[in-house]
């Protein structure tokens, strides 16, 4: 079965969503980090999945559900870190991040048969999917994150090693404030749209 990867940093003030900060403060930012982590890992837990591994910039805290293994990130950018995440996987794998705390477990439910890659693009030109059937971590090193065309970059790499490639749906990231109450509306039972609830009104 399909080795589910979340990467992730520990959620503490100053180190996560800085780009919250403001209208929230870093503490308000931090605590919404920590709600859409929840809400990612929780999706995770509810998805069939040969191993559930949590690549860690820090230390788990009580929102880390049981049945995650946590390993730690390794040293370098992005690209490195993506990389090292699936070099611990031998089979089919499906790597996400901790911001699009709007992901289900039939979003997260992906099928090899028919492709050799899966890729969910974010509306800010990144990506917030990457499964490989063979990982493969030279598919990511070298590409440029955090620009409007890491996500173009990293599908290219993929079609140009002869990978046939599935897109998954287009998913929004939370960065911004604006990011926040559009991804809240999606998933308004979540922990992330009650925490923004709390932090909108000053709680």
Do not use: N, Y
Not at 57 to 65: N, Y
Not at 97 to 115: E, I, N, R
């Amino acid at each position: 079965m399909t080795v589910l990867l979340v990467i992730a940093k520990e959620p503490l003030p100053g180190r996560v969503k800085t780009r919250l900060t403001p209208p929230f403060s870093p503490a308000q930012a931090a605590a919404l980090a920590e709600a859409a982590l929840a809400d990612t890992l929780r999706a995770v837990a509810e998805t069939p999945a040969g191993r559930r591994l949590l690549v860690l910039d820090g230390r788990p805290g009580p929102w880390l559900p049981p049945g995650f293994d946590v390993v730690p990130q390794c040293a370098g950018g992005l690209d490195e870190r993506l990389a090292d995440a699936f070099a611990h996987c031998s089979g089919p794998a499906l790597l996400i991040g901790m911001d699009t705390p709007q992901v289900t477990p039939a979003l997260l439910t992906v099928d090899f048969s028919d492709c050799d890659a899966c890729f969910g693009p974010a509306e800010d030109g990144g990506f917030w999917a990457l499964g490989l059937a063979r990982p493969e971590p030279a598919l990511l090193r070298g590409v440029p994150m955090s620009t409007p065309v890491t996500g173009a970059v990293q599908r290219e790499r993929l079609v140009s090693a002869g990978l046939r490639v599935r897109d998954l749906p287009r998913l929004r990231d939370v960065d911004t404030a604006a990011d926040a109450r559009a991804v809240a509306a999606l998933a308004p039972h979540g922990a992330f749209a009650a925490r923004l609830a709390d932090c909108a009104a000053g709680r």
